[in-house]
């Protein structure tokens, strides 16, 4: 299982001259176009016990975000929603659980810091710093990262039914990958920072700020609770320079599954044409 501390968010800042770009998936020195390996960073306060990483995270965060699912009461999720067998694989594009909906936690359980403990091993073990629910294939809202991407070293940050509050209007690109899209990466702009509100792994509600690399992974993540993708934040000239990968991989799925491709990407311009891309400003 991950073993580290979960800190409060306001006691992790990590500076953008260490970081000339970022990836939310950990690889090696690629070209000059593609973002470097996350360098290894040292956090004042190291990872130790699973039981620690149930304290509200405080880094400073900014997130974008369309908007389109809400928050009923006929959201929650259920026990079966919470569901799963251990080990957990990552969901890969296109498939459609990654557009799914996904529920509002209201259990706060064993179950669901087992479920926060056994993202954080698939995460660590695909050298990922941030992974959300429905990437392994459940559909609630809940999200796990680790800006240093490193067991034990760092701080675990768990945000459950996380919300944006406020968006900052300067918005910056980085270089960006996916655990659910290997091997892709591409320049991604989101905003500099965000406030957000969100509950921690025992239930309590928090409001903070974020900025950073946290900033970055948690709009990433957020992004998936809403059923979008990071390549759904690409211009047209970006998208331009991985369209073949990306039909790569609709092909395998659709090679898996049966499924048509032009099905799965019916499902994408369904959502397309039934969201708003929020402009990232407050």
């Known amino acids: 299982m991950a073993s580290a501390v979960r800190l409060h968010l306001s006691s992790l800042v990590i500076s953008h001259s260490l970081l000339p770009r970022l990836s939310l998936r950990l690889r090696p020195p690629p070209p000059p176009f593609a973002s470097g390996r996350l360098r290894r960073l040292s956090s004042t306060r190291p990872s130790t016990s699973p039981a620690a990483r149930h304290t509200p995270p405080s880094l400073p965060v900014r997130a974008q975000a369309k908007r389109g699912f809400s928050s009923k009461e006929d959201d929650l999720a259920s026990v079966d929603d919470l ?23 209201g259990t706060f359980d064993d179950n669901l810091k087992k479920l926060a403990d056994e993202m954080f091993d698939v995460m660590y073990n695909t050298d990922g710093i941030g992974l959300s629910a429905p990437q392994v294939g459940i559909n609630v809202q809940l999200m796990v990262f680790n800006p240093v991407g490193e ?95 990306l039909e790569a991989l609709e092909k395998k799925y659709e090679q898996r599954t049966g499924l048509p491709r032009a099905l799965i990407l019916g499902m994408k311009a369904q959502r397309d044409n039934s969201w708003e891309l929020c402009p990232g400003g407050d």
């Open 151 to 245: 067991r034990g070293e760092g701080e675990e940050i768990v945000l459950v039914n996380p919300r944006v509050i406020k968006y900052s209007k300067k918005a910056v690109p980085f270089n960006e990958g996916c655990l659910s899209f290997p091997g892709i990466y591409a320049d991604v702009q989101r905003p500099e920072a965000v406030k957000i509100d969100a509950l921690d792994i025992s239930g309590a509600r928090f409001t903070v700020s974020l900025s950073g690399l946290p900033a970055r992974v948690f709009q990433h993540e957020f992004d998936h609770l809403q059923g979008i993708v990071f390549s759904d934040r690409m211009t047209e000239q970006v998208l331009d320079t991985i369209r073949a990968e």
């Open 83 to 105: 569901q799963f067998e251990a080990p957990l694989k990552i969901v890969e594009y296109p498939d459609p659980v990654l557009r799914a909906k996904n529920k509002r936690i």
